[in-house]
Nanobody, 125 residues
Framework: QVQLVESGGGLVQAGGSLRLSCAASGRTFSTAAMGWFRQAPGKEREFVAAISWSGGSAYYADSVKGRFTISRDNAKNPMYLQMNSLKPEDTAVYYC??????????????????WGQGTQVTVSS
C-alpha cells in the first residue's frame, strides 16, 4: 500500500502562485507514476499533470500547460506541482495520485491505484 498526503493549498489572488506537495509513504518503491487531478464543485475529476517514475517525462492538461510544472525528486520523495499565473477557473480540490504498474495512459483517473485526501485551492478574481 501507498499513502499519499497533499499540502500547500490555500487562497490566492488571480495571477498568483502556489506550490502543492505530495508526500508518499509505505511501499513507495512500487509507484510507477504519479499525478495530480482536480475536482471543482459540480464537475467531474479532471487530469492536471503526471510524471513518470524516473521524473524524466511529464504530461499536462492543455488548460495548465505553460503555467503549471510537475516535478519529482525520488531521493527526497515528495512530488510537487508548481502553479503560476493562477486563474479563478483553477479553483478546485487537488488530489495526488499514484499507481503501481506501468501504463501508457496518464490522464485517466482509473489508471491510478492510490489517492490522497485532497487539498483545496481557491483563486479569487
Amino acid at each position: 500500500q501507498v499513502q499519499l498526503v497533499e499540502s500547500g493549498g490555500g487562497l490566492v489572488q488571480a495571477g498568483g502562485s502556489l506550490r502543492l506537495s505530495c508526500a508518499a509513504s509505505g511501499r513507495t518503491f512500487s509507484t510507477a507514476a504519479m499525478g495530480w487531478f482536480r475536482q471543482a464543485p459540480g464537475k467531474e475529476r479532471e487530469f492536471v499533470a503526471a510524471i513518470s517514475w524516473s521524473g524524466g517525462s511529464a504530461y499536462y492538461a492543455d488548460s495548465v500547460k505553460g503555467r503549471f510544472t510537475i516535478s519529482r525528486d525520488n531521493a527526497k520523495n515528495p512530488m510537487y506541482l508548481q502553479m503560476n499565473s493562477l486563474k479563478p477557473e483553477d479553483t478546485a480540490v487537488y488530489y495526488c495520485a499514484a499507481r503501481a504498474f506501468y501504463s501508457g495512459v496518464y490522464d485517466q483517473s482509473t489508471t491510478y491505484d492510490f489517492w490522497g485526501q485532497g487539498t483545496q485551492v481557491t483563486v479569487s478574481s
